[in-house]
């Protein structure tokens, strides 16, 4: 069924993918999908009785992979969507399996060159092995300084030399491939070269290789790597 308008007014997250389809999250409205050509909206809602609904109709990101797969974080939990099939798998937090999802409240997704897909959420950052169907859990550790900046991750940004980067409540965090500890970058007052506020909430990179963040409050930040 298509409408001629939006399900939900309040819109937290956008996506296009290569087919030019536009996805948008609502809170409260499920995922609409726009075709731009019929000018018209497709829903797709949490349904108590179908088990093969999204699992909840806040949604908070939208991510469309590689294969095609749109992946819909929300507040409770995350759905593969299969555009072709139009099913979905469902992943939720499972406290008696330590390889499930971390945590329930998702917050970005992000494929990097190699298929792995991370995973925002607000107790922690998430790798995904879709392989092995894993999830594997980088936290904070107050004994660890190599350790995530915090569990509040907001964002999630993998750059063009499958560097991952992850948008955090206390700082902007790079992870070391090799050793699966973060590089920090974090708000100093006597350093006016230092980040300009510690909450990340969105990362880009531009043609030039720069890596952006957007701050909570705080403003923009560009971070030059050749320095």
Known sequence: AFS?????NNI?????????IVWIGTHGGGVNIYDR??????Y????????DSINDNSITS???DSDGYAWIGTGNGLNRFNWTS??????????????????????STYEDQDGTLWIG????????????SIF????????????????YVYTVFVDSQNNVWVGTYAGLDLLDRETGKFIHYAYQMDNPASLSGNIVITIYEDQEGNIWAGTFESGLNRLDRKT
Not at 4 to 8: I, P, T, V
Not at 12 to 20: N, T
Not at 86 to 107: A, C, H, I, M, P
């Open 4 to 8: 001629k308008s939006l399900s939900e």
């Open 12 to 20: 937290a997250s956008l996506y296009e993918d290569h087919s030019g």
């Open 37 to 42: 050509q019929r000018d018209l909206f497709a």
């Open 44 to 51: 797709y809602r949490h349904g108590a009785q179908d088990r």
């Open 62 to 64: 939208i991510y469309v």
């Open 86 to 107: 139009n099913s979905v798998l469902s992943y939720q937090n499972n406290r008696k399996d330590l390889n499930s999802l971390g945590f329930n409240e998702v917050t």
């Open 121 to 132: 959420t607000f107790n922690g950052l998430d790798s995904f092995d879709r392989t092995t």
């Open 136 to 151: 594997t859990h980088y936290r904070r550790d107050l004994a660890d300084s190599g350790s995530l900046s915090s569990n």
